[in-house]
């Protein structure tokens, strides 16, 4: 996303807002307590203080374990759509598995994607 508009996103600051924009829940509350009182805190401002922050309080301990659950657990219903299906799994990846799967071609046919994802 910052590579593709490097003009926007020269300033890592603006990298820390963007990723910011995404967080939820306890991580959310934890970026809005250093806004207001740690105004300072170079968590705000560096993209790599950003990131070892956020990774070491809220990142997955077992993202393997994670990944396994959540696909033992995703199945396709009677009255749903493959494509609502493939979405669901796709959500179930982890998210470095999502990055590379941005880049590579769209697959129209579910073995064709288990192919690309495992």
Request: net charge negative; glycine share 0%; proline share 3%.
């Amino acid at each position: 996303m910052f590579q593709a508009k490097l003009i926007t996103f020269q300033l890592e600051s603006s990298q820390v807002a963007l990723a910011a924009s995404y967080l939820q829940g306890i991580a959310f509350d934890h970026y809005t307590m250093l806004l207001q009182f740690d105004p300072n805190n170079p968590v705000l401002s560096n993209w790599l203080a950003f990131t070892q922050e956020f990774l070491s309080k809220f990142s997955v301990f077992d993202t393997v374990a994670e990944v396994e659950e959540n696909l033992f657990n995703l199945q396709m219903h009677d009255n749903k759509c493959f494509t609502t299906f493939i979405f669901t799994l796709h959500c179930a990846l982890p998210q470095q598995i999502k990055d590379v799967l941005c880049l590579a071609p769209k697959q129209t046919t579910y073995d064709r994607y288990k192919v690309l994802v495992t």
